[in-house]
């Protein structure tokens, strides 16, 4: 079964260190997503991606964020200067127009 | 702001058990509600809900959508530890293929031998 591929699984950094977080979407969807979830809270919409832009975003999604599609199968989350409440878990996700969304395993991700 | 409330927020029973899962929701432009399994990591898919009334079910589990009143119930019968898991409810919202869902706080099932 097709699957979304994130890397990396866990990372660790300094707070103001810049980040990025890669996803592999499944080759034929056409909308990309990012979700992140706090620990012990629930998961959150960043930002969605269709057409090669950005199609919606979330009041999280602020100027510290950006996402890009580089190469036609790479999809990446950027966090310019991590501060410690960027910690969670980064889910992408994408979808055909029609069906549910399928997502990855998440990058756990821990600013210190 | 839409919302996404799901009741209880965790849950001990049995194995054997049959369990009801309870979403209800405010939207502006609703077009689907989704469930989905999160264990360890990933939240799974389910269940896409877009018209009232008709129960989708896979295995011991179903589920059924009512816009009329804004809930959606989820149902596991014989229930088993591998259902051990949280369950989350989503709301997408009309307006386009590229909307973002809102998920509620999800129900923490645990399932005793």
């Known amino acids: 079964e097709p699957e979304v591929t994130q890397t990396p699984s866990h990372q660790v950094t300094q707070m103001g260190q810049e980040v990025i977080l890669r996803c592999v979407p499944i080759?034929?969807?056409?909308?990309f997503y990012w979700y992140r979830q706090i620990l012990g809270q629930k998961v959150e919409f960043l930002v969605s991606?269709?057409?090669?832009?950005?199609?919606?975003k979330s009041e999280i999604f602020d100027d510290q964020f950006s996402v890009e599609r580089p190469d036609g199968s790479n999809f990446t989350l950027k966090i310019r200067s991590t501060k410690l409440e960027d910690s969670a878990m980064y889910f992408c996700?994408?979808?055909?127009?029609?069906?549910?969304?399928?997502f990855g395993s998440g990058t756990r991700l821990t600013v210190v | 702001e839409d919302k996404v409330v799901q009741s209880p927020l965790s849950l001990v029973v049995h194995e054997g058990d049959t369990v009801t899962l309870n979403c209800s929701y405010e939207v502006t432009n609703f077009r689907s509600l989704l469930w989905y399994k999160q264990e360890k990591k990933a939240p799974t898919f389910l269940f896409m809900l877009t018209s009232s009334g008709i129960e989708k079910k896979s295995g011991r589990l179903s589920s059924i959508l009512d816009k009329k009143e804004l809930f959606s119930i989820l149902n596991i019968t014989a229930t088993q530890t591998g259902d051990s898991a949280i369950y989350l409810c989503a709301v997408l919202p009309s307006g386009g293929g590229a909307d973002g869902l809102t998920f509620g706080k999800g129900t923490h099932l645990i399932i005793q031998p």
């Open positions: 991606f269709y057409n090669n832009e950005i199609s919606e």
């Open positions: 996700a994408s979808r055909t127009g029609t069906y549910g969304y399928t």
């Open positions: 080759s034929n969807h056409l909308y």
